[in-house]
């Protein structure tokens, strides 16, 4: 009989850091079935196994080719689109946007902008404003705020502006009234690869951290959905606990606080690269070696990866492909096309032996000299 799994919240104090150093040290306890106790050809889903916010059930990508005549409008068009990101200093960001603009070019369609708003509120509220006044003809943007944004991207669909979001959707906003359509990866089918490779790296009765961003957004409550759900469903033995951070730029020195205050954590989920990159440099402080996984490969995560070290995996999104689907549904949206109120690009497994494989996916080119070089360094378990 399965027991549900415990999920434990609780506040972590700064001050906790000043002490009990010595009992959070860990060196390696991870048992032979780590990563290699997985069967790869059936790892992680088949299918979406998300929704969208709304509970939408997730369209297909193929579903917003342009027919030959759809082409043909688009091109005759000349339309001008603005691109609103979060930060453009991810590989993740840097690959949507290369996904957006190579395919509308393809098409004719310009790209007038890329604005950054450095995770700010007011600044992506300003460079929204600022693009409206641009006129273009269509805006793709990943809001940096559920709530504050919404009035401003409200405005965008009064001015006759066509939109089409990335990852989330602000609050009150709906498609196809105030937007075309949402893109965003099957956040919750990488939490169950996270999920997965973790669980196979922990003792009966471990204890498991997860590393949560603690702000109300669709994406990454989604992936933290996926481990905990997986776990209750596959591993109710394992207990897990939770950190939240909000601020990405002090996940080392939360994340560093959790593990010196709770040493009974064998395991670690970060909700996405750069933190689980963060948290890695904190257990490296600590002396703490206990496996972790995340969501999203960049070329740092995929280094680590590739060194066999404590991150033994990641769920991977898709961000250039995801770009090419925001494009796709834009021109759609130009035409007068209807366009899916949300679309779902399929999670993409990673781990040592298909890092170079899972780099070239991702980011659809060659892996550059130090993730090969990496990989040579830890031959044959790296390909």
Not at 264 to 282: E, H, I, M, N, R
Not at 289 to 296: A, H, K, N, R
Request: glycine fraction near 8%; aromatic fraction near 6%; proline fraction near 6%.
């Amino acid at each position: 009989m399965k027991h549900s799994a415990r999920i434990l919240f609780g506040t972590f104090s700064l001050a906790a850091s000043a002490f009990a150093l010595s009992t959070s040290l860990s060196l390696a306890q991870t048992p032979d079935t780590c990563v290699t106790g997985v069967d790869m050809a059936t790892l992680g889903p088949k299918g979406i196994v998300g929704q969208g916010p709304h509970g939408e059930k997730a369209a297909s990508p193929d579903e917003l080719k342009l027919t030959d005549d759809e082409a043909a409008k688009v091109k005759a068009g000349k339309f001008k689109v603005g691109i609103s990101m979060q930060t453009v200093n991810l590989d993740w960001s840097q690959l949507q946007v290369a996904g957006i603009s190579e395919t509308l070019a393809k098409y004719g369609v310009t790209v007038t902008g890329v604005a950054s708003a450095e995770y700010q509120v007011d600044k992506q509220i300003a460079d929204i404003e600022n693009t409206i006044q641009q006129h273009p003809d269509g805006i793709i943007s990943i809001p940096v705020d559920f709530t504050a944004t919404a009035p401003t991207y409200k405005k965008v669909g009064e001015a006759g502006i066509k939109l089409v979001f990335m990852d989330s959707i602000p609050v009150g906003l709906s498609s196809p009234k105030d937007f075309a359509s949402m893109i965003s990866a099957d956040s919750q089918g990488n939490g169950q690869i996270a999920a997965t490779i973790l669980a196979s790296c922990m003792p009966k009765g471990g204890t498991i951290g997860l590393v949560n961003f603690g702000v109300d957004y669709f994406s990454t409550n989604e992936r933290t959905k996926g481990v905990s759900e997986w776990m209750k469903a596959n591993r109710p033995d394992i207990v897990l606990k939770q950190v939240d951070f909000t601020d990405p730029s002090k996940v080392s020195q939360i994340a560093g606080d959790f593990l010196t205050g709770n040493p009974d954590v064998k395991g670690l989920f970060a909700v996405w690269d750069q933190p689980a990159l963060d948290t890695l440099s904190s257990m490296r402080a600590q002396g703490i070696d206990i496996p972790i996984t995340t969501v999203d490969l960049g070329l740092q995560s995929a280094i680590e990866i590739a060194k066999g070290g404590p991150l033994k995996a990641t769920g991977s999104q898709r961000p250039y492909d995801q770009g090419v689907a925001e494009a796709m549904a834009m021109m759609k949206a130009l035409i007068g096309q209807p366009t899916p109120a949300w679309v779902g690009v399929q999670s993409l497994p990673v781990v040592q032996s298909n890092v170079l494989e899972s780099y070239k996916t991702v980011f659809h080119k060659d892996p550059p000299a130090e993730l090969i070089d990496a990989c040579n360094s830890a031959k044959p378990k790296c390909n």
